[in-house]
């Protein structure tokens, strides 16, 4: 499975910003998919991800602010990220998971000024 995230880019603290995630190869075969982040010198943490079935997960620090949603028809997911905090500051990275495989996006600098 190939991933090419869109969005990103500089906010302010408070303010929101939308990124997106499209599939595309063997989609058919694509469970769960979800957004990660890795803040400078930090380890890629989970942010949210949604399964096949449309249930979602959120990390603690982001409960309440970000919404993952995801569009089967277009392959692509999505990740409104409101009420940002410079914490939220890090590259996101779009992952899919197939029985067989867990890929990645190529990441999209998000970075919140204060």
């Known amino acids: 499975v190939q991933l090419q995230a869109f969005g990103g880019g500089l906010v302010q603290a408070g303010g929101s910003l939308g990124l997106s995630c499209a599939a595309s190869?063997?989609?058919?075969?694509?469970?769960?998919m979800g957004w990660y982040r890795q803040a400078p010198g930090k380890q890629r943490e989970l942010v949210a991800t949604?399964?096949?079935?449309?249930?979602?997960n959120y990390a603690d620090s982001v409960k309440g602010r970000f919404t993952i949603s995801r569009d089967k028809g277009k392959n692509t997911v999505y990740l409104q990220m409101n009420s940002l905090k410079t914490e939220d500051t890090a590259v996101y990275y779009c992952?899919?998971?197939?029985?067989?495989?867990?890929?990645w996006g190529q990441g999209t600098l998000v970075t919140v000024s204060s």
């Open positions: 949604v399964s096949s079935g449309g249930s979602t």
């Open positions: 992952n899919a998971r197939t029985l067989i495989t867990n890929d």
């Open positions: 190869g063997n989609i058919f075969s694509i469970g769960t």
